[in-house]
């Protein structure tokens, strides 16, 4: 039996250089498994699509999530309301 679809947390971050090689040995697996055409999620810290391209998937989507409690920092650039705001009261 073949798998319908695939949802797989990849062990390894781009932090893991010991173990790099690892992420290659599942994608290369998963792939001898499935059909052409197979939906794949993959859930990994490494950001280049290198790692998927050489071991023979096809990027359809790309989602990057920032981490928990991630805030990004206040602007130091006014907003334009506030600009128009300022210049009516002049």
């Known amino acids: 039996d073949r798998p319908s679809c695939v ?11 010991d173990y ?9 697996s998963v792939h001898t498994r499935l059909t052409k055409g197979t939906p794949c999620v993959f859930v990994t810290k490494a950001q ?3 790692l998927f391209h050489e071991t023979g998937y096809e990027i359809l989507a790309q ?3 920032p981490p928990r ?9 006014k907003s334009k309301d506030l600009e128009d705001i300022d210049s009516r009261n002049g």
Not at 20 to 28: K, P, Q, V
């Open 63 to 65: 989602a990057h999530i």
């Open 7 to 17: 949802v797989s947390n990849l062990p390894w971050g781009v932090n893991s250089i």
């Open 20 to 28: 790099a090689d690892e992420n290659y040995r599942i994608l290369r």
């Open 48 to 50: 280049e699509s290198k």
């Open 69 to 77: 409690e991630f805030k990004l920092p206040r602007s130091k650039k």
